[in-house]
């Protein structure tokens, strides 16, 4: 199959805007060249310049854009309308903002070029100071022994862990990670989530995605990190919808959920939450936009949770909660 690579070329602070309208689209997995990133970059003596130097030749320009890639598909063809859409209504609607030139770009590429191309994004990086996320393509001069190294190839699913919601996921998991948990990880993708849980000590994992792609993603990532069948099970599904596919995920049984989808998914599944954990279990809810926060953390409450922390990076918000 064919994709179509769409790239719009705006300011930093256009970035933030662009990437919530994506997002409403449904679209969440953007990549974002930032070109303030790459002045701070510049001023950065300590950078390890090995890591950066091809990507930031490529950034030259110091022009912001954010890439999307859309299915040659009918469905591809009505998103790309709707970006249009939303594009030429941006100088209107917010006219205190400098979005630049807010040029669109097509690119056509096949399947194996779509693959590859965002990989030249993906650098390992530590989260908490305590993993290092690594894509299975780079290698470490120095490995450092006191950090946990999680293997990851996302494939054409979501999940490098570069992206805030899951980095905000990732860092809550730290945080209350206890030995032998079980966790279930809704809209696994690549299966990051779980794979980082089973690091840290959880006992077990089960997946689930409604992306066949990303169940088998996910396994073959487990399976990268020495994570096999007999701690973790990934399911393919709506969990939403398919009473047969709860009882197999299994009821009162989670001392920790994981879910980084945005708000309005999220709160279409989140009456299963309080089925699936235990009492006293964990919800850590990731790729809130600051809009919905109010919204889904009301949800919540109404479901018997007791909000813990809510924490953001930029424009994405995650929301720990306990199950009273
Ligand atoms: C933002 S990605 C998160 C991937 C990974 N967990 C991470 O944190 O990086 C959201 C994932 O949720 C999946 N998804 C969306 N709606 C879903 C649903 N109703 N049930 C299960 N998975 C869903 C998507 O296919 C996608 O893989």
Redesign the pocket.
């Known amino acids: 199959m064919n994709w179509t690579e769409v790239t719009i070329y705006t300011t930093t602070n256009g970035i933030e805007i662009i990437n919530g309208a994506l997002i409403n689209l449904g679209i969440?997995?953007a990549v974002i060249e930032d070109a303030s990133v790459f002045e701070d970059f510049l001023h950065n003596d300590t950078l390890n310049w090995d890591y950066y130097d091809e990507d930031l030749a490529n950034m030259k320009s110091c022009e912001s854009c954010i890439k999307v890639y859309l299915a040659d598909n009918n469905q591809g063809k009505h998103l790309f309308k709707e970006i249009e859409k939303f594009v030429e209504s941006l100088k209107e609607e917010y006219k205190d903002i400098d979005f630049g030139r807010l040029d669109i770009e097509t690119q056509i590429l096949n399947d194996e070029d779509w693959a590859n191309n965002w990989k030249q994004y993906f650098k390992p990086f530590t989260v908490s100071d305590k993993i290092i996320i690594k894509p299975t393509w780079e290698e470490f001069n120095e490995p450092d022994e006191d950090k946990i190294i999680l293997e990851i190839d996302?494939g054409m699913?979501?999940?490098?862990?570069q992206?805030h919601?899951?980095r905000l996921?990732?860092e809550q998991m730290i945080k209350y990670m206890e030995k032998d948990m079980e966790v279930l990880?809704?809209?696994?993708?690549?299966?990051?989530?779980?794979i980082a849980s089973l690091l840290l000590g959880a006992k077990k994992a089960a997946?689930?995605?409604?992306?066949e792609n990303?169940v088998k993603t996910a396994k073959e990532n487990a399976a990268l990190n020495n994570i096999f069948e007999d701690r973790f099970s990934v399911y393919c599904?709506?969990?939403?919808e398919d009473e047969d596919l709860q009882r197999k995920i299994g009821f009162n049984r989670y001392d920790m959920i994981?879910?980084?989808?945005?708000a309005q998914?999220i709160m279409?599944?989140s009456p299963t939450f309080p089925k699936f954990l235990k009492k006293g279990g964990l919800i850590i809810a990731?790729?809130v936009i600051k809009k919905y926060v109010d919204d889904v953390v009301k949800d919540f409450e109404l479901l018997g949770f007791r909000i813990l922390e809510i924490n953001d990076s930029e424009e994405w918000v995650s929301i720990t909660a306990e199950l009273r």
């Open positions: 969440n997995d996302p699913s979501f999940g490098t862990g992206h919601t899951t996921c990732i990880d809704m809209g696994c993708g690549s299966g990051i989530l779980s997946g689930i995605d409604i992306d990303a599904g709506d969990v939403t994981a879910v980084n989808i945005i998914i279409g599944m990731s790729g």
